[in-house]
């Protein structure tokens, strides 16, 4: 009994190391060159340049059928340039009233457009709605056949764009004698055509949403049907048609790099990668430099996105895309400064264990959706694309 | 209830082995390891030679009443000095694991153990500024080592005369150095990185040892241990470094003035230079030839068992190989207090020590540390 005590003693002293023993910190300061086997990583920078006619542009991945937004402009995204937004309702020209088809006055009528962005700088910009001739062809708009009917005989209404928000909800309320401006003739046939149309202090532009955005354009009447002791009804008109149409449609210079417009440009670029880059490198750092061949384009103060990304497989123009890798960049309108990308995250893409092709799909984004062009310079005009990295060689771990 | 004790400080331990790391581990293939069980721990070494449990000497086996198995766990609490910095450390190591026992009806005993050799655990942070594009950017560098070289011993030990023990032991080196550099950098437009690299390490060794009773109270303990070389192998690479390891000769006394008190002292001489050009050559500082050497004593409460409550105390002296620069010698000093307490009709022990230990090397490396060791030592 006498060594009992001294027992659990012993046996506690061994519980507490063990257990005292079971947590690692080793973590303290270091000194070089003493305390650094291998040295301490070294960082190098190489530039890869695009291979010589591998860099190109192509046209016509998405076209303005396919967007949620109409362009309407003046004097974007260049001082020749006018867009103007078309829209075709149809609204019935009787209603059912006490169980009887009817005609109808229109006492008042709304128009609501989601103005998906503009440019807030520019005061007083104001959405113009004309009245279009009933009958215009949507399959075959011509530039040169709508701008003459922007005239203030076919003017309907306009409303003013907020200065304090890119995006807003508009509505245009008729009443009066302006109904009449939207009035629907039998040789109408119950539709109504409405241009769209932009105008501010200075060249300006929006970004109207179509029947396939989240609020497609409306109208909506408040009419009187014609019986004795009527009361007010409000009908809807149906939009089955909303598109754009712009003056100039920019040719694509082969010789530049060319993203953006409508339809839509990318550009595919293929490096050349090393095995050195490939194997034995751990990338921190891979800046794409573009530098513009032109003025970049685009509205002022709603800049589209400039993409990059790596290809999954290159099948050439229609190469699918590594869906992880992508670097992105704002592209301002109007900048003819080089254009950096960070696309660290798409070379890595490229190394042992992936091997991706080496190779990059350059485009904007929103597609069709977005004022934002621009033209670069390729390898075989102006200044090549190329790809500033940093990066850390192997580290000599078995240096002791 | 000893034996849920016991349960459960074995179900502890792990299969790897390491001892305890130390900033003078980071050169060349590490600290080397002592081979020591945490009884020849409490008297700073100085009865190695002549413990079973430990692996310094093949002969020791020869002690061995019946088959033995000792288990070894140390916690290192360090505080280490550098030009960049202080910082205080932990690690939880498990150094020595031995078994062994003798060969029923004849003068001859078997043993293999498992014990560290070399460790190269770290972890350093490196704060510094690089200039990147032109610009000067902020980077923090962590280089990290976990692992070593580990010496599996299978030995034998043979006693012709009740006087003298010959024992002699084959090493086996193995072992893995995981190493992982890391940075990161204060612009956020660079990417961390993250490079690992494993180091596998295999050679063999031999080793021969004597122990001699020279007088009633007196034993001799000699040794001599080649270690061949060591292949370093960086993960799939093939091609291999090689380097060489030690000769290592050394030689021990136990005295038993009274039956209560025992003293004794060992040295060794390691001649690390044979490695030197190979680590020269794969660019690392270069290796020294050491000397180590310890001597203590052990009070014993009942000389019938010895291993109950025992008191021990020992003083440490070691030469470190691997040198952090060229023309200087790091150096270990340490002090040690022990005990232990066997119960289970002595089938069982449990030893710890504690020692106190200095390192230094010039006036700019400087560590001091608490290192606690725990050992079981179980007889079925």
Redesign the interface.
Same mark, same amino acid.
């Given at each position: 009994m006498r060594d009992r005590p001294?027992?659990l003693l012993?046996?506690m $002293?061994? $519980?507490a190391?063990?257990v005292?023993? =079971?947590?690692?910190? $080793?973590?303290? *300061? !270091?000194? =070089? *060159?003493?305390?650094? /086997?291998?040295g301490? /990583?070294v !960082?190098q920078?190489e530039i890869i340049t695009a291979l010589p006619d591998n860099d190109s542009t192509f046209t016509g991945y998405t076209d303005a059928s396919a967007t949620a937004v109409m362009l309407v402009g003046s004097g974007i995204p260049t001082p020749a340039d006018t867009s103007y937004g078309v829209l075709r309702f149809t609204r019935p020209d009787s209603v059912t009233y006490r169980d009887t088809l009817r005609a109808y006055t229109v006492d008042s009528a709304q128009f609501t457009l989601l103005v998906v962005a503009h440019d807030t700088a520019v005061h007083d910009a104001k959405i113009q709605l004309y009245r279009l001739p009933s009958s215009i062809d949507t399959t075959a708009l011509a530039y040169a056949a709508l701008a003459p009917l922007f005239t203030p005989a076919n003017f309907v209404g306009e409303v003013a764009l907020p200065d304090t928000a890119t995006a807003d909800t508009v509505r245009l309320k008729l009443t009066g004698a302006a109904v009449g401006q939207i009035a629907i003739q039998p040789s109408d046939f119950s539709k109504l055509a409405i241009g769209i149309a932009i105008t501010g202090s200075a060249s300006t532009g929006g970004r109207v949403g179509n029947r396939l955005s989240v609020l497609p354009p409306s109208l909506l009447s408040y009419i009187t049907p014609t019986a004795a002791s009527p009361s007010p009804l409000t009908i809807g008109a149906t939009n089955d048609f909303a598109g754009y149409i712009t003056r100039q449609t920019p040719a694509v210079d082969p010789t530049l790099l060319t993203v953006g417009g409508v339809p839509s440009s990318r550009v595919l670029i293929r490096f050349p990668w090393s095995a050195r880059l490939r194997d034995s490198v751990?990338?921190?750092?891979a800046t794409l430099e573009l530098v513009p061949a032109q003025p970049t384009q685009g509205l002022p103060n709603d800049a589209g996105t400039l993409n990059v990304r790596g290809l999954a497989t290159d099948f050439g123009a229609k190469s699918p895309v590594e869906p992880l890798s992508l670097g992105a960049v704002t592209l301002p309108a109007n900048t003819t400064d080089t254009v950096r990308v960070?696309i660290? !995250?798409v070379l890595q893409f490229w190394q042992a264990g992936l091997l991706r092709p080496p190779a990059i799909f350059v485009s904007i984004s929103p597609e069709v959706e977005t004022f934002t062009r621009a033209a670069f310079g390729s390898s075989r005009t102006g200044a090549a694309p190329q790809i500033?990295i940093?990066y850390?060689p192997? #580290? /000599? #771990?078995?240096? /002791? | 209830m000893r034996r849920i004790v016991l349960l459960a400080l074995l179900a502890g331990v792990p299969a790897a082995a390491a001892a305890q790391s130390s900033e003078f581990g980071v050169r060349g293939l590490g600290l080397p390891g002592r081979e020591q069980s945490a009884r020849a721990m409490g008297s700073a070494g100085a009865f190695a030679f002549f413990d079973p449990g430990s692996s310094v000497t093949p002969a020791s086996l020869a002690y061995l009443g019946s088959l033995t198995a000792t288990f070894t766990a140390l916690g290192d609490y360090r505080s280490s000095t550098d030009p960049a910095g202080t910082a205080s450390v932990r690690d939880p190591r498990f150094p020595q694991f031995a078994l062994g026992g003798p060969i029923p009806r004849k003068p001859l005993w078997v043993g293999l153990s498992y014990s560290n050799y070399t460790t190269r655990d770290y972890s350093l942070v490196f704060p510094a500024t690089v200039t990147l594009r032109g610009v000067p950017v902020g980077v923090n560098d962590t280089i990290e080592s976990r692992g070593g070289i580990n010496d599996f011993q299978l030995a034998v030990a043979w006693r012709p005369t009740k006087r003298l023990a010959i024992g002699l032991g084959a090493h086996i080196f193995t072992g893995i150095n995981r190493l992982d550099v890391h940075r990161v950098f204060s612009d956020s437009a660079y990417l961390p990185s993250r490079q690992r690299s494993e180091l596998s390490y295999a050679g063999f060794g031999m080793s021969l040892g004597v122990l001699g009773q020279l007088t009633r109270t007196l034993t001799l303990g000699l040794l001599a241990r080649s270690d061949g070389h060591v292949s370093v192998q960086e993960d799939s690479l093939p091609q291999q470094q090689r380097v060489d390891l030690p000769i290592t000769l050394g030689a021990a006394l136990q005295w038993w003035p009274t039956a209560k008190l025992r003293l004794g002292g060992q040295v060794l001489r390691h001649n690390w230079s044979s490695a030197n050009n190979d680590i020269i050559a794969n660019g690392g500082v270069g290796a020294v030839n050491t000397v180590e050497a310890s001597a203590g004593l052990e009070l014993i409460h009942n000389p019938r068992r010895p291993e109950r409550r025992p008191i021990r105390l020992g003083f440490r002296y070691a030469q470190l190989p691997f040198p952090l620069a060229t023309g200087v010698t790091a150096r270990e000093y340490g002090v040690s207090l022990g005990s232990g307490y066997s119960f289970a009709a002595d089938r069982a022990v449990i030893d710890f020590s504690v020692e106190r230990a200095w390192r230094r090397q010039d006036s700019q490396f400087s560590e001091h540390a608490w290192i606690v060791t725990a050992g079981v030592t179980v007889r079925p």
């Open positions: 001294a027992r012993g046996l $002293l061994a $519980l190391a063990g005292a023993a =079971c947590s690692e910190h $080793l973590t303290q *300061p !270091g000194q =070089c *060159p003493e305390l650094c /086997p291998g301490t /990583p !960082g920078e751990t990338i921190v750092r960070e660290a !995250g500033r940093n850390l192997r #580290f /000599p #771990f078995s240096s /002791p | -």
